[in-house]
């Protein structure tokens, strides 16, 4: 607990009284010229004293535990630009709608209640104010700060199945040339669009890679005269602190680093680019010689799907659905419907079937033409009867 007091000359004491860890009491008092001023002066001289967490208690307010939980996330460890982005704004949203309310106040019918009305005008953001409140108090009750989790008590809303959308082979074939043709035929101003995105789709359809693991690759990474072509998943890019390309030293997750074969079709779209496979520099460098921007390559193919929108619904192609996600999603499902689930879950790098099934694969139209076979070549003939079958040796018993 901490009390401020004015004094005589116009500034202002704050007392705290608390104990250790180890059971003393401490009584500690500081001065500032305001009251916010006297708090932190009182908290920098007894930050030696105690943990940090001791701040965080069932008398402080959701917005107060939302600022430990971030400060907590960072001392972590370090944390790419845009994963901080994503926990800063969940916490955003979070406090929006339980930032008033004290730990003590956060009762299971209450949680439910905001969750709920909350699911009734955006469904995916209630869930998501679910999970991050959840994580919060977790991380509260493991300082003892609450008892329980409140939000434990009750799922978070459902979201209806959005539809996986993916291209037939032929139709993923022609990406590469539309977008040549766009190219050729595009007569806008302004600096023309980069013409190497068309073998960047070509690679993305034939080994699934995300723009920024593409753009994250060094001529070393990569071993195409070799009897087996290669391609070593080693890094990503992610957005820095003023938004430029950062080179982050593996993948999404750590475990995805990987070695992938390469088809006859990735290796054709990147031969051009490869000529030093000791060089660390990248395959796809910006004009200066440095990464390119995975937002450029984003831009460049919403460009492409909105100003080719009628060649490619000809083609039987959802334009705006046309994105590099597409053509992951359209090579997990190849591989899943010809080589099984598993095998696009490796392709991938996913930790789990589950993130394949439910995210990337669409079932195939028409299956069972091998389990078919198998059956035929069991009991394709007929066998005749049972007697003649099964019991032969007591049939001539009997004659």
């Not at 004293?49 to 460890?77: C, F, I, P």
């Not at 979070?94 to 930032?99: A, I, Q, S, T």
């Not at 190497?196 to 005269?225: F, Q």
């Not at 054709?268 to 496979?277: E, H, N």
Request: proline residues 7%; positive net charge.
């Amino acid at each position: 607990m901490v009390s401020i007091t004015p004094l005589p000359d116009g500034r202002y004491q704050a007392r705290g009284h608390f104990r250790e860890l180890d059971g003393r009491d401490r009584r500690p008092s500081a001065i500032g010229d305001t009251p916010e001023s006297a708090e932190a002066a009182l908290r920098a001289r007894t930050a030696f004293l105690t943990r940090e967490d001791a701040y965080v208690s069932d008398h402080s307010t959701v917005d107060e535990l939302a600022l430990w939980w971030l400060d907590r996330k960072r001392s972590l460890g370090p944390l790419a630009a845009g994963t901080l982005e994503n926990y800063t704004t969940d916490a955003k949203h979070v406090v929006e709608h339980f930032g008033h309310l004290r730990l003590s106040e956060l009762t299971i019918a209450r949680c439910e209640t905001i969750i709920r009305t909350l699911a009734k005008r955006d469904a995916p953001l209630a869930r998501r104010v679910h999970r991050t409140l959840k994580a919060m108090i977790a991380d509260a009750v493991r300082i003892d700060a609450r008892k329980t989790n409140p939000l434990a008590a009750f799922a978070a809303p459902r979201l209806p199945k959005p539809e996986i959308y993916t291209l037939a082979p032929e139709q993923a074939a022609i990406l590469s040339g539309a977008y040549r043709e766009w190219l050729s035929e595009r007569d806008k101003p302004g600096p023309k669009p980069d013409p190497r995105v068309a073998d960047m789709l070509d690679v993305l359809l034939a080994v699934g890679l995300r723009i920024g693991e593409l753009l994250a690759l060094r001529h070393c990474d990569l071993r195409l005269d070799n009897s087996t072509p290669t391609l070593h998943l080693t890094a990503t890019l992610t957005d820095g602190e003023k938004g430029e390309p950062v080179w982050q030293p593996h993948p999404k997750h750590a475990r995805q680093q990987r070695t992938i074969v390469l088809p006859l079709l990735a290796v054709t779209a990147l031969r051009p680019y490869v000529d030093d496979s000791a060089s660390r520099s990248p395959v796809f460098p910006n004009r200066r010689g440095g990464w390119s921007r995975p937002g450029n390559v984003r831009r460049i193919l919403r460009n492409f799907r909105d100003e080719w929108s009628e060649p490619l619904e000809r083609a039987g192609i959802r334009h705006g659905q046309v994105t590099a996600q597409l053509l992951r999603r359209t090579l997990a499902t190849l591989i899943a419907n010809e080589a099984g689930v598993f095998r696009a879950t490796e392709q991938l790098g996913h930790a789990s079937v589950l993130t394949t099934e439910r995210h990337y694969v669409t079932p195939a139209p028409v299956v069972g033409e091998a389990s078919a076979a198998l059956i035929d070549s069991l009991f394709g003939e007929p066998v005749g009867s049972l007697n003649d079958t099964i019991l032969p040796a007591q049939n001539e018993g009997r004659a």
